[in-house]
C-alpha cells in the first residue's frame, strides 16, 4: 500500500482544493491511449479523495478539464501554455516524447511540472529539470527483449520498426545488444503515416530470406496496432513469414489487433507464427495493479491496453508530493517529487526515479496471443524481471 | 486558480506575431501577385530546419560543446549556454534568422520554375504536394534535421532572464516588433509602382502581358520575398517552441494562412493582420476557457475543426473577397 | 538482394492498388472535366464509401454484393450535397477557381472530422471491411486471394463502362460537350444543371467504389481518403485528363510505389519509406516536361 505524507490538518473545516492539470491526446492517432490516460488519472484522484475524507482531512484533489494535446508537438505546447495560463502548474502530461521534448523549455523557464506516463524514447534519458516520466525508458525493453529472443534460440532478426522517437529508440537499443551477443539484425523503418505497408512488407520477407527462415530467424516488430494489422495482413500471404516465428515491443499489444476486431486470418497469422512479446507491467502479485484494474473495467467497461497502470501511480506521485508539501509549490514539488518516488511502490512496482526523472527500473511480462474455443486473448505466460535481468516463465 | 496573465497574454501575442508574418507572406503571393501557395507550410518549415541546424552548429563552436548536435544531452548544454552568454546566442539568433530568410528565398527561386510553366490550378497542387513530400522526406532522413526524432535545444535569445514570463513578454515584443516592421515595408512596397505592377497582374494576367510587364520575373521575386518571409516565420516560431520537429509541419499550417487571409480580406495587408490577430486570439481564448471551465468532450478538437471549416465556407459564400476593404 | 516470390508479390499488389488508383484517378478526372474544378474533398468520397462498406459488412453482417452497392449510394449522395450546397452556389457568384479550390478544401476538413467524430464515438477509429477472401491459388509461395477478381475487373469494367457511356449515349455526350464549352451547351438547349448533378452523382459512384475495395483491401481510417488523395490527384494529372491515360497512370503509379520501392531498396538500398517520393518524382517530371500528361491527346483547357 502506498504510504501517504500528510500534511497536519488544517484546525479550520475549510476544504483546500489542489487541482492537478490534465493534458492528453483526446483527437488525432493517439486518441485511444490519451483517453485511458484520462480515466486512470480520475480513478487515483477519486481513491485519493476518498482515503484523504476517511482520514478527516480537509484536503482535496481535483484534475483539470483534459486539455487536447492532439498528438502532435504543437497541441502539446498549447495545452501546457493553455494549463500553466490558467494556473494549472503542476500537470500530467500523456506526451509522447517529440511532445515532451516539445514542452521541455517552457516548462523549465516557468516551472512548470510536467510528468508523462508513456514517453519512453532512451535518446530523452538526460536530465529534464521539471519533466519527469513514470515509466523506464525503453534501454529495460531493449535488454528484456534480447534476453527472450537470445533464450529462444534465435540468431538472426528482421526488425521492422515504426519511423519515430520510439521505434528508432527501442531498435537502436535492440540493435546494439543483440549484435554484441553475436546475433545479426536486419533493420527496416517504415513511415507510420502511409496508408499501406505492401512494400515495407516484401522487403521483410526478402530480409528474412537472406537471413534464412528457420527456428533460428524470427521478426520483430516495433509500432502501434493499426500498422500491425495491416503488417499482418499482407505477411500472412507470404510463406517466408509465417515460416517464422515473430516477437514484438508493446506497442500492438491491444485489443485491436485480436478477433472479432479484425479476420480470424489475422488471429490465426499471430497463432502460426506464436506471436511473443514484452510490455511493462510489475511481474511480481501486486495487489495494487489489481484493484486498479478492477477500478478501470468497472467505470470504462474494459481494461486499459496503452499506460494506464503508469498514469495511475504517475497522478499518485503528484498527489503525494503536493501533500509533502503542503502547498501548490510547483519548485518545491518538483524538488521533493524524487524522494517521495523512491519511497513509493504502485501498480508498476517500485517507483523510484533515476536521476535523468525517469523510472529507475522496469519489468516487462511476457505475453502471447492464445486460442480458447475460438476466443482470442492475450496470455501472460511470464516475465522478465530488471532486477536480475532474467526471465522466468509461468509454469 | 487564478488565470497567469502573464503566460496567457505573452504565448498569445507570440501567436499573433508568427502568424502575422506567415499571413503576410502569402498575401504577397496571392493576394497581390496572384500566386496560390497551397504549399506554404514548405517554406515555413525551411526557417525551422535552417534555424535548428545553425544554432545546434553554432552555438557547439562558440560554446565548444563536443558531441552529437542532435541528442538531448547536447540540447540541455546548448540551453544552459544561451543562459549564460546572452551576446553569444544573439549572435546566433541573428545569423539564423537572416540565414533562413536566404535560403527560404532560394526555395522560393526554385519554386518559380513551375510557378512560370504551370496554371494556378496545377501550381497549387504542386506546390501542397511539395509541402507533403518535403515532410516525409525529411522525417525519414535523419540527418537534415533530426529525422523521426526532431531538434531540440533551439534557445530563446532571452533566456538569459531567468524570469520565464518576463522572457515570454521579451521575446513576444521582439516578434511583433518584426511582423509590424514586415507589414510597413510591405505597404511600402505595394504602393510602390512595382507594387502596382503587381496588382494589375493580379487583376488580368493576359492584359498585363500585353502591356509589356515582365511577368515571369515578377513571379519569380515575389515567391523569393515571400518565401523568405514565410522562412523568418517559421524561424521565430522555432525560436519559442526551442524545437523542431519535421512531422509537425503539416497542411494545418498552410489551411491557417489561408483562412487568415480569407477572414481578413484578400489582397489586403490590414486583412492580413486582422485575420492573424483573429486566430491567434480566438485559438488562446478557446484552449484557455476549455481547461477552465468542465466541458467534458474528447471529440472538441474534431468539433472545432468542423466549425472553422463551415466559417471559411460561409465566409467565401457571402464574401469571396473577406470582410476588410479591398485596399486598391 | 532480390527474391522471385517477393518480387512477383509487389508486382501483383501493385495491380490491386493501382486498380483503386485508376477508380480514384478516373473518377476525379470526370469532377475536374465535368464540374471545372479541383474537388480536394474528393478524398472524403471515398472514405464514406469505405466506411459505409465497412461498418455493413462488420456489424450488420451484410453481404459485400449489398454494401458495396450502398456505399457507392451514400459516396454519390455526399458529393451532390456538396455541390448542391457548396460548389454550385460559389460558381453562381463568379468565385474563381481558387476561391472554389479552397471551398473544397474546407468542405474537406468539415466532412473529415465529422467522419472522425462518428468513429471516435463508435469506437471504429479504425476498421476493415469484413470479407472472406478466400485463397485462390498460390504463385512463387505468394497467396492471391479472391480479393484479385473483385478489384481488378471491377477496375476495369467500371472504366468501359464509364467510357462507353461518354461516347455512346446522349447524356454522355452531352456532358462531354459541357466539358468542352459550357456555354455553348447550354445556349444548345441542354440542362446544365441536371447534367452536373449527374456528374457528381457518377464520380461518387467511383469514388465509393475505390473506397470500399479499400476497405476490404486493408484496415481505414478517416483519413483514408484524405492520405488517398496524392495519389488520385497524380494519376489523374500524369493521365493528362483523360480517362484511359489516367487508368495507364493509375497502375503506372500502383508499380512505381510498389515494385519501383522495393527494386530501390534491394539494389540500391534506398529505404522504402521513400516510395512516396516516386510518386511524387514522376508527377513532377511530367509536369515540368510534358505538361499534357503521358497522353497524346491535348489537354483540355479549363
Known sequence: ?395 | ?328 | MIQAGDLVSTVLNSFLVGSMYALLGVSLTLSINGAKMYNWAHGELATVGAYIAAVLTSFEGMSALIAIPLAMLGAAGLAVAVDESTYKPLVRRGATSIQIMLASIAVSIFVRYGIFIYAAAAFILTIKANVETPVLTSILGVEVTSLYLWIIPAALVTVFALRTFLTKTLTGKQIRAMSDNAELARVSGINVTALRRNVWIIVGVIAGLAGAFWAMYSFITPEIGFDLLVDSFAAAIVGGLTYDGTVIAGYIIGLAENVGAYLLNQTLGVPTQYKILITFSILIAVLIAKPSGLTTKRMREL
Not at chain 1, 487515483?44 to 498528438?71: C, E, H, K, M, W
Not at chain 1, 498527489?319 to 523512491?342: E, M, Q
Not at chain 2, 522555432?238 to 480569407?262: D, L, P
Request: aromatic share 12%; glycine share 10%.
Open chain 2, 1 to 328: 486558480m487564478a488565470i497567469d496573465l502573464a503566460i496567457f497574454f505573452g504565448t498569445m501575442a507570440v501567436y499573433f506575431g508568427v502568424y502575422l508574418i506567415l499571413a503576410l507572406s502569402l498575401n504577397l503571393e496571392y493576394g497581390f501577385a496572384g500566386q496560390p501557395d497551397f504549399g506554404k507550410v514548405f517554406f515555413f518549415s525551411l526557417g525551422a530546419y535552417a534555424s535548428g541546424a545553425l544554432v545546434a552548429e553554432l552555438i557547439s563552436v562558440l560554446g565548444n560543446i563536443p558531441g552529437d548536435i542532435f541528442s538531448a544531452a547536447t540540447a540541455n548544454l546548448r540551453a544552459e549556454y544561451a543562459v549564460s552568454n546572452p551576446a553569444g546566442m544573439w549572435l546566433v539568433f541573428i545569423i539564423a534568422i537572416v540565414v533562413s530568410m536566404v535560403i527560404g528565398g532560394v526555395f522560393g527561386y526554385l519554386a518559380s520554375y513551375p510557378a512560370i510553366r504551370l496554371r494556378a490550378d496545377y501550381l497549387a497542387i504542386t506546390l501542397l504536394l511539395t509541402a507533403t513530400i518535403s515532410e516525409n522526406f525529411v522525417l525519414s532522413t535523419p540527418g537534415i534535421a533530426g529525422g523521426a526524432n526532431g531538434l531540440g535545444g533551439i534557445p530563446s535569445p532571452f533566456s538569459w532572464l531567468t524570469n520565464g514570463r518576463l522572457a515570454i513578454g521579451a521575446y513576444a515584443a521582439l516578434v511583433l516588433a518584426i511582423g509590424v516592421a514586415i507589414y510597413f515595408l510591405l505597404e511600402r512596397l505595394l504602393n510602390s509602382p512595382y507594387g502596382r505592377k503587381l496588382k494589375s497582374i493580379r487583376d488580368d494576367e493576359a492584359v498585363a502581358k500585353s502591356f509589356g510587364k515582365v511577368t515571369p520575373r515578377i513571379k519569380a521575386q515575389v515567391l523569393v520575398i515571400a518565401s523568405a518571409i514565410a522562412a523568418l516565420s517559421g524561424a521565430l516560431y522555432t525560436f519559442f517552441t526551442n524545437y523542431e520537429f519535421a512531422g509537425s509541419f503539416t497542411f494545418v499550417w498552410t489551411a491557417n494562412a489561408w483562412i487568415m487571409i480569407v477572414l481578413g480580406g484578400v489582397g489586403n495587408n490590414r486583412g492580413a493582420l486582422l485575420g492573424a490577430f483573429i486566430l491567434a486570439a480566438l485559438d488562446s481564448t478557446t484552449s484557455l476557457a476549455i481547461v477552465m471551465i468542465n466541458i467534458p468532450s474528447y471529440e472538441l478538437s474534431y468539433a472545432r475543426n468542423m466549425i472553422v471549416a463551415a466559417v471559411l465556407i460561409l465566409i467565401l459564400c457571402s464574401a469571396p473577397r473577406g470582410y476588410s476593404q479591398r485596399g486598391h
Open chain 1, 1 to 395: 500500500m502506498a504510504e501517504y505524507y500528510m500534511a497536519p490538518s488544517s484546525s479550520s473545516s475549510k476544504t483546500v482544493t489542489y487541482t492537478i492539470g490534465l493534458a492528453s491526446d483526446l483527437s488525432g492517432g493517439g486518441e485511444s491511449f490519451g483517453t485511458e490516460t484520462v480515466s486512470s488519472a480520475q480513478i487515483a484522484v477519486a481513491q485519493i479523495n476518498a482515503y484523504l475524507t476517511a482520514s478527516g482531512s480537509n484536503v482535496r484533489f481535483a484534475l483539470s478539464t483534459p486539455a487536447d494535446t492532439l498528438t502532435t508537438t504543437d497541441g502539446a505546447l498549447k495545452a501546457i501554455t493553455s494549463l500553466s495560463a490558467a494556473g494549472d502548474d503542476i500537470i500530467l502530461c500523456h506526451c509522447w516524447s517529440g511532445q515532451l521534448q516539445a514542452v521541455e523549455q517552457f516548462a523549465n523557464t516557468n516551472k512548470i511540472v510536467v510528468i508523462s506516463p508513456s514517453s519512453t524514447s532512451d535518446l530523452l534519458a538526460v536530465p529534464k529539470g521539471y519533466l519527469f516520466r513514470a515509466i523506464a525508458p525503453d534501454a529495460f525493453q531493449g535488454k528484456a527483449l534480447t534476453t527472450l529472443l537470445w533464450n529462444d534460440g534465435i540468431r538472426n532478426v528482421a526488425y521492422i520498426y515504426r519511423n519515430d522517437a520510439y521505434g528508432q529508440g527501442i531498435s537502436g537499443i535492440f540493435n546494439t545488444d543483440f549484435t554484441a551477443l553475436g546475433g545479426k539484425v536486419t533493420l527496416e523503418a517504415y513511415d507510420p503515416t502511409l496508408t499501406d505497408f505492401a512494400t515495407e512488407v516484401a522487403t521483410l520477407a526478402t530480409n528474412v530470406q537472406t537471413l534464412g527462415v528457420g527456428p533460428q530467424t524470427a521478426v520483430l516488430f516495433s509500432g502501434f496496432s493499426t500498422e500491425a494489422v495491416n503488417i499482418f495482413g499482407h505477411a500472412a500471404t507470404y510463406a517466408s513469414l509465417t515460416g517464422v516465428r515473430w516477437f514484438s515491443s508493446d506497442g500492438p499489444k491491444s485489443s485491436t489487433i485480436l478477433p472479432p476486431t479484425v479476420p480470424t486470418s489475422i488471429g490465426q497469422f499471430e497463432i502460426q507464427t506464436n506471436l511473443t512479446g514484452t510490455f511493462p507491467q510489475s511481474i511480481t502479485n501486486n495487489s495494487i495493479a489489481t484493484a486498479y484494474l478492477a477500478a478501470f473495467k468497472a467505470q470504462t467497461g474494459s481494461y486499459p491496453q496503452s499506460y494506464g497502470e503508469q498514469a495511475y501511480d504517475a497522478t499518485y506521485l503528484l498527489a503525494n508530493a503536493i501533500l509533502a508539501v503542503g502547498s501548490y509549490n510547483s519548485t518545491a514539488v518538483k524538488n521533493i517529487l524524487p524522494t517521495i518516488a523512491a519511497h513509493t511502490y504502485g501498480a508498476t512496482g517500485a517507483l523510484t526515479l533515476d536521476s535523468n526523472g525517469d523510472k529507475a527500473s522496469q519489468d516487462y511480462a511476457i505475453w502471447t496471443v492464445v486460442n480458447s474455443a475460438g476466443t482470442y486473448a492475450f496470455k501472460n505466460i511470464g516475465g522478465w524481471a530488471s532486477a536480475t535481468g532474467d526471465i522466468t516463465y509461468n509454469p
